[in-house]
């Protein structure tokens, strides 16, 4: 997973995703029990996880790089 997708699944679980935005609501069936969404404080949430998930960060220029060898 990349690190973009987080915030598109943070805005799944918030219901507050845009119309252009990926959905990905299917990986927080998959890898989420959304019933048990806790709020931590004003601004820090909590979710449980059904199993583990790995993710990845690739600097944009390093990705673009990669890209251009193909």
């Given at each position: 997973m990349h690190a973009y997708h987080l915030g598109t699944l943070a805005h799944h679980l918030h219901d507050t995703i845009r119309y252009d935005d990926q959905n990905h609501a299917n990986w927080i069936e998959h890898w989420m029990n959304s019933e048990t969404q806790a709020?931590?404080?004003?601004?820090?949430?909590?979710?449980?996880?059904?199993k583990e998930v790995y993710i990845s960060f690739i600097p944009f220029c390093l990705d673009c790089k990669l890209k251009a060898n193909r």
């Open positions: 709020i931590i404080n004003n601004n820090l949430f909590s979710v449980i996880l059904k």
